[in-house]
């Protein structure tokens, strides 16, 4: 697929995949940097987990991160399927880098800073997704994309509401945390929209 995007839309190209719906997926290029953001999400969120797992010895916290870096890289493996490579964010190792370290460095706290980053990650996640859905919401030739989001918008609040349920009332350093967190990731949208 060619790396930059002349026409109105682009249709995604993903051999090898058994889900017939993913090939019918188009991008209209107004939705291309939005989805961008979500690759480098996606290729961050894996590395929060990885970064989790490097760093715990909790078995609990580990089977937690074990459980969502699958979903986590389910998510990765559908929308590199459909964004075009020329258009993937160039930040992506940056991406990646800070993703690990959002994942580790809670981890050396242990796990309620655990659960804390991933409250605050997933609930910029699902405003960013959800976002995107309403975009699409009116537009019926879209509705394989919007599905694609909603789906992983749908495992995005079920990560945030797990981790939410084994967190006790946020004390001020949690809810500072997490209020970093949220800047953080706005931040980094902003820049993977445009590079």
């Not at 930059?4 to 993903?14: D, H, I, L, N, P």
């Not at 979500?38 to 797992?53: C, F, P, Q, S, T």
């Not at 309620?112 to 009116?138: K, M, N």
């Given at each position: 697929?060619?790396s930059?995007?002349?026409?109105?839309?682009?249709t995604?190209?993903?051999?090898?995949?058994?889900?017939?719906e993913?090939?019918k997926?188009t991008?209209?290029?107004?939705?291309?940097s939005?989805?961008?953001s979500d690759?480098?999400?996606?290729?961050?969120?894996?590395e929060?987990?990885r970064?989790i797992l490097?760093?715990?010895r909790d078995d609990?916290?580990?089977?937690?991160?074990?459980?969502h870096?699958?979903?986590?890289r389910?998510?990765l493996a559908?929308?590199?399927?459909?964004?075009p490579l020329g258009?993937r964010?160039?930040?992506?190792a940056l991406?990646?880098w800070?993703?690990?370290i959002t994942?580790?460095?809670?981890?050396?706290?242990?796990?309620?800073a655990?659960?804390?980053?991933i409250?605050a990650?997933?609930?910029?996640?699902?405003?960013h997704?959800r976002?995107q859905?309403?975009?699409l919401?009116?537009?019926?030739d879209q509705?394989?994309l919007?599905?694609?989001?909603?789906s992983c918008?749908?495992?995005?609040?079920?990560h945030?509401d797990d981790?939410?349920s084994?967190?006790?009332?946020?004390?001020?350093i949690?809810?500072?945390?997490?209020w970093l967190i949220?800047?953080?990731s706005e931040a980094?949208?902003?820049?993977?929209?445009?590079?």
């Amino acid at each position: 697929m060619k790396s930059s995007v002349t026409s109105e839309q682009t249709t995604a190209a993903s051999p090898g995949l058994s889900d017939p719906e993913l090939q019918k997926i188009t991008i209209p290029y107004y939705m291309l940097s939005a989805l961008r953001s979500d690759h480098a999400g996606e290729a961050g969120a894996v590395e929060i987990y990885r970064g989790i797992l490097t760093v715990t010895r909790d078995d609990t916290v580990r089977a937690f991160a074990q459980e969502h870096l699958q979903t986590e890289r389910r998510h990765l493996a559908l929308i590199e399927s459909i964004v075009p490579l020329g258009e993937r964010s160039r930040l992506l190792a940056l991406c990646r880098w800070a993703g690990w370290i959002t994942g580790a460095l809670p981890a050396l706290f242990g796990a309620p800073a655990v659960y804390r980053t991933i409250e605050a990650v997933e609930s910029f996640v699902d405003a960013h997704y959800r976002q995107q859905v309403e975009v699409l919401e009116h537009k019926p030739d879209q509705s394989e994309l919007r599905g694609l989001l909603e789906s992983c918008r749908a495992d995005e609040i079920a990560h945030r509401d797990d981790a939410r349920s084994r967190l006790d009332k946020p004390r001020r350093i949690g809810r500072l945390w997490s209020w970093l967190i949220a800047r953080g990731s706005e931040a980094g949208v902003r820049l993977v929209m445009r590079f």
